[in-house]
C-alpha cells in the first residue's frame, strides 16, 4: 500500500507512531514488491520522524524504540530483498532521496548494506579457492608421501588386466617392471613363475620356488591360483585349492578360490557347495568382509540356478 492505512481510534503521535511501526511489520513479514516497496520506505521513515520527535518531548516510547530497532534491524538483513523489490540498486536510492533525502541511517542506506554483503560473499569466494589452491598445492608436493608409490600393487593390476585380455606378453612385462623396483619380490615372482609355467618355460621352476619360499606354502597356492583362474588353468586351480583345504586350517579363501574355479567350469552345484563351506568358516572365525562377499557371491549363484538349495557345509 502507498499510504498508511490509518485507524479510526489513532488519537495522538505515539498512536501514529504505532500504527507505521505496524505497518512496517507487516511488509518485512510478507513478500515484497515494487509497491510493498515503497510503502516500507515511506512507513519507515515516517516512523523515524515520530519517534525521535516524541522523544525529544520526554515522552516514554521505550517500548516502540524496542519495535523500531527490530524492525530496522530486519531491514538491514533484508537489503538485498528489499533494495531487489524496489527495482535495484539505482531504482531504490531514486525512491529513498524521494522520500527522505536528509536520512543516512544504515537501515536507510540499504544499497551499502547490499555490497557489503556483496564484498563480504567475494572474499568468501577467494578465501575458499585459495584454502583450494594451497590444499592442491601441498597434494602435490607431498604426493610421494600421502599417496607412495606401489610398484608391486601396480604391477599386479597391470598383469591382471593384461591376462582378462589374453594378452600373456604384456602382464610379463608389467611384472618385469615391477621386478626392477622390487627385485625378488614373492608376489610378482608367484604371478610371472605361473604364467611362464603355462607358456612351458622352463625358467617358471626355479622363480616359482624362490617364490614359494618368499610367501609360504599357503599364501604362494592362492597368489599362484590366482594368476591360473586369469589364465583358464581350472584344473590346476582345483588341484591346488583342494590341497591347501586339505593342509591348512580354517581354509575359507581356499574354498572361494576352489567355487570360482568350479563356476568358472559351469559346475554351479559344487561350486555352491564351496561357497556355503567358505561362509561357515569366515563366521566362525570372525572374518566378516570375506563372509559378506560369499553370501553374495552364493546369492548370485542361487539366481543363476534357482533350485539349487543351500546344503550344510561338509
Known sequence: ??????PSLILNEGDRLRAYLAECEKVLATPLDANSAQALLRSTAE????????????????????????VTERMVKDAGRIVAAAGGERQFIALREQIAPELDEPWWLLEAAVAANRRRLMRQALAGLVVVAILGLAGFLLRDVLFPPNPVGDAVFAAQSALQQGDALRALEALDQGLQASPDHP?????KGTILEARGDPAAVGILEAAR????ERDYLLERSQANLLLGRHDRVIADMTYAIERFADPADAYLMRATALEQQGNIPLAIRDLEAAAAIAERSGNDALFATVRVRLGMLLQIAPGLLPTPAP
Not at 608376489?187 to 604371478?191: D, P
Not at 619360499?213 to 609360504?216: D, E, K
Request: charged share 20%; glycine share 8%; proline share 0%.
Open 47 to 70: 516512523a523515524h520522524r515520530l519517534l525521535t520527535a516524541l522523544r525529544a518531548a520526554g515522552t516514554d516510547v521505550r517500548a516502540e524504540a524496542a519495535r523500531w530497532q527490530t
Open 213 to 216: 619360499l618368499g610367501l609360504g
Open 1 to 6: 500500500m502507498s499510504k498508511l492505512q490509518q
Open 187 to 191: 608376489t610378482l615372482l608367484a604371478w
